[in-house]
């Protein structure tokens, strides 16, 4: 099944629409946005809420639907 | 199975809006006397600055690096704010800071991925629409500047004209704001502005904020 999510980039505020099936991973989530805006993939965590999102869980098991907006945050380091 | 495909993109436009009066302006308490008078210079002249960083945040991002000071702890939180511009020129508004647990020593500093989930609360409960403007950590004892590591940070996440990059030093009592420039990066001007006088966020037009004014963190000085 497809359904349509939306992806903010929380530096920027711009969104994405992305389409994806339900059996798509987050890590695939991170990735087609991240590389949507010429980001490092490893360098940022998703979130639905105060829930991070990781891995190669589904959307269906993460607890995603349609229409939910997701927030891709930095995971900076300072040295 | 196909690969997610995106279908859109809507960008955020910077908001036309007037800075935060002069009224309502002041320097930082740790900007030595040739910054303070750089400062004065600004405002006498009605130029804006590059970065407008709210009293609440200020407070809470020097009450955040004075209280691992002791321990010679770097810190670091995300600025949250808005990108604006006036009269051509752009410039960044700091209306609050958030952060969470870290994982730090004197020379390194990030989020503990433990902890993501009060970072999260953080954000939703600054309760305005952010963009993060940037960041903020601390150099203990260290002086203020971009090191390799904050360099790679602010080039793959903050590397818009308008982010910031605000290293604050606790023990030298000096705080910088910065942004990327060419190859490197230059020093940014910012004041610190009372948001009872913010009245440009409250005209006509503008979306309705209410700021939550909750110290994280005890006052450690």
Redesign the interface.
Known sequence: MTV?IKVKN????????????V??TID??IE??AT?WS??MG?Y?L?K????LRGGGSLTESGIRADDVL?L??????? | ????????????PLGEKEPPPSSGLGPHPWLSEQSRSAHQQRVRSGAIFDVYLSRVGEEKIRSHAVKEAPRRL?V?GFLLGEACTWKGEAYSVVRDVVTTELRSSS?????DPKA??K???G??DSGF?Y??VG?Y?SHPGHTCFL????M??QR???N?PY?VALVIDPINRDIKTFRLRDDGYEETMFAVFDPLHDVAANTKGARTRRLKVTPVMQPGH
């Open positions: 349509r929380a530096e920027t505020g711009a969104t994405v629409e992305m389409e994806l099936e059996e798509n695939e989530v087609s946005a949507f980001k490092d360098a965590v979130r809420g105060k829930k991070v927030e945050i930095p995971d900076p380091e300072g040295g | 199975m196909a690969r997610p495909k995106i279908v859109g993109e809507t960008k955020r770097e670091m020379s390194k500093v990030r989020f993501f989930p970072l999260f609360h954000l939703d629409d963009i993060l960041w950590h090191s390799g590591t904050d790679e940070t793959s996440m903050f818009q982010h």
